[in-house]
């Protein structure tokens, strides 16, 4: 099986240097979708990711710079003559927000629209890929994603503060994408706002035993260099995703 993951947006909360939120896992054909942050359709265009390929959106908690893409996908997808189903798989909140907008037809997909509330343990399955669902600290109802894939697997945390339920259902993975909204010497106004610094992400790795760590939700105030730096000091097989980045699984 052919995988890879496009990083379509790595940055925070407002687009000045970086994409919002947006992982894609292509495996073969099939496409999946973790977190749509504003802009993210555009950036799978560029990517050459075809909407109509997306089997499932999976959304780690209900903030707008994680979700607020996700209807102009839907459109994009009815305008180009999409029949297939779309799983969604999203906290209670964002459930119940988009099933109200596809009800009162704000929304007009052409295609069925399958909801999964999310919830702890798997969540997806299907003859390419397995996802399980885990909570993290967000300071509202958020998940993480353990994802199974071509015999490799990769957590994705979402937006967290350390906690242990990362450490905890991400040992032993072959990729850990953490968030890193901050580097080291921000940590008490990292966790006020319930994010995690560059230091929280390589500690996170180093007691799940990861194999490797992708630091992403960067804040605007950084460049690439000053995380990169940050990181390798804590853990030593660190990258600092960019927009439009491609890891081969």
């Not at 802009?39 to 265009?45: A, F, I």
């Not at 050459?48 to 959106?57: D, E, N, R």
């Not at 969540?123 to 885990?134: H, L, M």
């Not at 199974?148 to 990769?154: D, P």
């Amino acid at each position: 099986m052919n995988a890879r993951v496009f990083f379509l947006g790595t940055g925070a909360a407002v687009p000045v240097t970086r994409g919002l939120p947006c992982i894609a896992v292509k495996a073969d054909s099939n496409i999946y979708l973790f977190d749509v942050g504003e802009g993210c359709q555009s950036k799978m265009l560029k990517a050459g990711l075809s909407p109509l390929k997306v089997k499932a959106v999976f959304v780690t908690h209900p903030h707008g710079d994680h979700y607020l893409g996700l209807p102009g996908v839907i459109q994009t997808m009815g305008l180009t003559g999409r029949k297939e189903p779309l799983k969604l798989l999203l906290p209670r909140e964002l459930d119940e927000y988009f099933r109200l907008i596809l009800e009162r037809k704000l929304l007009k997909p052409g295609f069925p629209v399958e909801f999964t509330v999310l919830a702890n343990g798997e969540v997806y399955r299907d003859e390419k890929i397995s996802v399980r669902a885990y909570p993290v600290n967000h300071g509202v109802e958020a998940y993480g994603f353990h994802v199974a894939v071509a015999g490799k697997t990769l957590c994705y945390t979402g937006d967290t503060m350390p906690c242990s339920s990362v450490v905890e259902n991400c040992r032993g993975v072959d990729v850990l994408i953490h968030e890193s909204t901050f580097t080291s010497d921000m940590g008490p106004e990292a966790h006020e706002e319930y994010h995690s610094t560059t230091r929280d992400a390589a500690s996170a790795a180093l007691e799940a035993g990861a194999a490797s760590l992708v630091l992403t939700h960067i804040s605007a105030r950084y460049s690439d260099e000053d995380v990169l730096r940050d990181g390798l000091r804590f853990f030593y097989n660190t990258v600092v995703a960019r927009d439009m980045m491609i890891l081969y699984l």
